[in-house]
């Protein structure tokens, strides 16, 4: 069987995790991340707080990664990568989400979304965004968040020339 074509060199890509709280993921995304990349490129991250633990990331994982690293791939601990999630690392751009489902997937509505539970974003946007690439924004009295840490990020990417595209399926276990 032939293997599938991808739009990134897995040797490249720099698979980062996020394993809070208790350093857990999925079978599926062991599986998926063990069959896609060499074991070197993954990278688990176990950081309480989802933006301190993205920041962290950029800053650590990211920016201070050798050069030959071209691409990253974000994957929260409850995802569950399979078949569907193909054309994720077929398809080309800069910043490639996955969609997967939410409590509410409606915050799917925008053609322009993205949320981070699986997204691949080459080096270069990281790069040319300032820090923090991740925050939650809320309302003048703060009784009300007005943008979660995936749209902050977007935002800055999208003003910075960069755009986003979907591909593929992923499950999500929300009950983890």
């Known amino acids: 069987m032939e293997k599938p074509k991808f739009s990134i060199d897995p ?10 709280p208790d350093r857990s993921l999925t079978w599926e995304a062991a599986a998926w991340l063990y069959n ?17 633990a ?10 201070k990664a050798p050069e030959g690293i071209t691409d990253f791939v974000f994957l929260d601990r409850d995802m569950r990568p399979g078949l569907a999630t193909l054309p994720f690392l077929q398809a080309e751009g800069d910043i490639v989400a996955c969609e997967y489902p939410l ?29 923090p690439w991740f925050l939650f924004e809320y309302s003048p009295d703060g009784a009300r968040r ?11 990417a999208v003003a910075a020339g960069f755009r986003v595209v979907r591909a593929g399926w992923c499950d999500h276990d929300l009950k983890r």
């Open 11 to 20: 040797t490249k890509t720099r698979a980062l995790v996020l394993t809070w």
């Open 36 to 52: 896609t990349f060499p074991p070197p490129n993954i990278i688990a991250l176990c950081v309480q707080g989802i933006t301190e």
């Open 54 to 63: 993205r920041n962290t990331a950029i800053r650590e994982l990211v920016l």
């Open 103 to 131: 409590v509410d997937m409606r915050a799917w509505a925008d053609p322009a979304a993205l949320h981070m539970g699986l997204v691949r974003v080459r080096r270069k946007v990281f790069e040319a965004v300032e820090a």
């Open 146 to 156: 007005a943008k979660c840490e995936c749209t902050y990020f977007r935002d800055k």
